[in-house]
């Protein structure tokens, strides 16, 4: 079993959208969260403690998270997908993205 974290700024389009398509699929739990103050659902320690492999959506999300949770992320799987702030949730050019860029990993 994989255990999926996905991540971005505020949790509310790019890291729900990948939830939501690979909390489906076979062997893969997911979960999401975001960094910025206002996230809908912040980062938590637990989460990352909890997670096998950690996609973010971009390359500062990885500098704070390291800051953050140094911790929690020793031996952690991390992969940055370069995935800007330019889709809405379930977008399909958003979801066609992240299909390309994280299934690859969870093989």
């Given at each position: ?6 991540i ?5 389009l ?5 939830e ?17 103050p ?26 704070r ?16 997908l ?8 379930m977008?399909?050019e958003?979801?066609a993205?992240?299909?390309k860029?994280v ?5």
């Open positions: 079993m994989h255990r999926v974290l996905f971005c700024s505020r949790n509310r790019r890291s729900p959208t990948a939501q398509i690979f909390s489906g699929r076979n062997g893969i739990e997911t979960d999401s969260g975001g960094l910025a206002d996230a809908d659902s912040p980062v938590t320690p637990d989460q990352v403690q909890w997670a096998d492999v950690i996609f973010v959506m971009e390359k500062s999300h990885k500098a998270l390291g800051k953050r949770f140094r911790a929690q992320l020793n031996g952690k799987r991390m992969v940055c370069d995935i800007p702030d330019n889709y809405t949730f977008q399909p958003l979801v993205l992240l299909e860029k299934a690859p990993h969870l093989r």
